[in-house]
């Protein structure tokens, strides 16, 4: 299954959201994206039949080794995008709002050229 961005941001949010809190619930990602409920029981049971996410007999939600992966990488590439971003002069929040559109459409090789440049330039 390929993912949509909107699958990614899920993803994103499922794994930005256990890295806080020992359970993460469909709830707790209607919330934190501010989406309906049932929006999110939609793109939960979407991520679930592709194999991205698990979810409990008691409802919380466990990425697999897939959507892990998957997860890590978007986050990865929104923090860099942010904080080259704000380098860069751009404010927080404009920063915040911009990476979180890049870190979808930028290309594996682009994104990698800018972490090496980055690196390269602390």
Avoid at 11 to 17: F, P
Avoid at 45 to 56: D, H, R, S, T
Avoid at 101 to 114: N, P, V
């Amino acid at each position: 299954m390929h993912l949509q961005e909107s699958g990614e941001m899920y993803l994103e949010t499922i794994y930005v959201l256990s890295k806080n809190k020992a359970t993460v619930r469909s709830l707790d990602v209607a919330e934190h994206m501010n989406y309906s409920k049932p929006s999110v029981s939609r793109a939960i049971g979407l991520l679930k039949n592709g194999g991205y996410v698990e979810v409990e007999p008691s409802g919380n939600l466990k990425l697999t080794d897939i959507g892990r992966e998957v997860a890590e990488k978007i986050y990865a590439r929104h923090d860099l995008l942010k904080t080259l971003l704000m380098r860069m002069g751009v404010d927080e929040e404009t920063a915040v709002e911009d990476a979180c559109k890049m870190e979808h459409s930028i290309s594996d090789r682009s994104f990698e050229a800018i972490k090496q440049y980055f690196q390269n330039n602390k």
